[in-house]
């Protein structure tokens, strides 16, 4: 099932986000990579799905954290988005209404297509406080990240439903 805005937001709630400073560093200490694609407008769901994925390892790379990128985003805002997406272990995709009507996360995920292995890709689809699902159409060509019935991250490939074969446990 998609996770739910509510579920994101009492995640975020939880104290101390923790990031690496760098992609290098997490990878260091044996950290699994990951960038995060999302919107802006969802602060509060990132934090949430960030706190959900740094309990079980991994260390997320957020672009707005990263005070190395332009205040205005231009061309050097995508050649580092580009390099942070190549260098990260996996490509994630927070999929919410925003991001699914952003002008970036479309262009994103579709540099990750282009240059990462397909089981590298995830996405995270959603459904928000009126009940509305996103994460659909283009997106349901890679494995989703759900909460599993024991209340898990776990990763599905397309078109599986819990009852159907789980890939990994996140």
Known sequence: MPISYSTLRAAAASPEIMVARSITEAKEFGYKTAFLC???NDR????????????????????????????????????????????????????????MNSRWCPWEIGFADGTKPIDKIFIVPTVDDDGDYHGNEYLQLYRRVDVATDGDLA????????????VSRL
């Not at 988005?81 to 991001?99: H, R």
């Not at 990763?155 to 789980?166: F, H, K, L, V």
């Open 155 to 166: 990763a599905w490939y397309p078109g599986r439903t819990q009852d159907g074969i789980e």
């Open 44 to 99: 509060q769901l990132v934090e949430g799905f960030v706190n959900y994925a740094r309990k079980k390892g991994w260390r997320i790379y957020i672009d707005w954290m990263d005070t190395t990128l332009p205040a205005t985003p231009n061309r050097e805002t995508a050649s580092k988005i580009k390099s942070k997406i190549k260098s990260s272990d996996f490509f994630i995709f927070l999929a919410t209404f925003y991001s």
């Open 38 to 40: 999302h919107s802006h």
